[in-house]
């Protein structure tokens, strides 16, 4: 499995991911280096776009994460499965496939204040 560890203080980090294994990526929520948001009572979307402001790629649907499924969420860290079937069905197999992704906090659950942390390329690799 493919493993990205993302530091998130409102900033872009752009991920590339093989088309061939499932990627795993962990997000750490924090204000500054090392200073991490409990996120214990908060839902997490991870959502890959067409382009930065477009609509969700059919292939992958949102993820979301909520109270009680993130990794460590007194230390800000929470993880999403993107299994290899859905990059499969995502794009040119041959060639990268570049869409665009975005994180976003909802602070207190669903429906809670909507905090957009992190956003950035994501690139799907050929096989």
């Known amino acids: 499995m493919a493993d990205e560890l993302a530091s998130l203080y409102p900033k872009t980090i752009h991920l590339d991911v093989p088309?061939?294994?499932d990627a795993r990526i962990s997000l750490v929520f924090e204000t500054a280096p090392g200073v991490p948001i409990n996120i214990n009572g908060d839902q997490v979307t991870f959502e890959v776009k067409v382009a930065p402001?477009?609509?969700a790629v059919?292939?992958?649907p949102i993820k979301t994460?909520?109270?009680g499924t993130h990794v460590d969420p007194?230390?800000?860290e929470t993880q999403f499965l993107i299994p290899r079937t859905e990059l499969a069905d995502a794009g040119n197999a041959g060639n990268i496939t570049r869409y665009w992704y975005?994180?976003?906090r909802y602070v207190g659950g669903a429906g809670?204040?909507?905090v957009s942390w992190f956003a950035g390329r994501f690139e799907?690799?050929?096989v």
């Open 112 to 114: 809670g204040e909507r």
């Open 19 to 21: 088309r061939s294994r």
């Open 65 to 67: 994460n909520g109270v």
């Open 58 to 60: 059919g292939a992958i």
């Open 74 to 76: 007194t230390n800000g």
């Open 102 to 104: 975005e994180a976003v």
């Open 53 to 55: 402001d477009g609509v």
């Open 124 to 126: 799907i690799r050929p």
